[in-house]
């Protein structure tokens, strides 16, 4: 079995301002794309800060190589990781590699 593949479906999302009709804005996520990722957790992290424990988690994910920002996030199932890091496609360029972060603001 190749553990490259492109099993999770994932859904990439971008940061939107809205008009509140108040004279206002709301900030809201809007899916930008959904596709087929590989997604592998590299690392985890626990501390407690002001009595309260907070957990994150560092994801290395490969999708097919298109643009996307470090300011979006990426929706896995129920868990909303933020993206960190892009990182250098393959070398024939077919894919892409980026790291995110589960748990940690944004």
């Known amino acids: 079995m190749n553990k490259g593949r492109l099993r999770e479906r994932i859904s990439l999302q971008e940061l939107s301002l809205v008009s509140d ?54 929706v896995w199932g129920s868990k909303i990781l933020n993206i960190r890091e892009i990182l250098e496609g393959d070398s024939s360029e077919r894919y892409l590699f980026f790291n995110a972060e589960l748990g940690a603001a944004t």
Do not use: C, F, H, M
């Open 21 to 74: 009709g108040g004279g206002g804005q709301t900030e809201t996520w809007g899916e930008v794309a959904k596709v087929w990722a590989n997604v592998k957790p590299l690392s985890g992290r626990e501390q407690i800060t002001a009595d309260k424990e907070a957990s994150t988690t560092l994801y290395r994910i490969k999708i097919r190589s298109r643009g996307i920002s470090s300011s979006w996030r990426v």
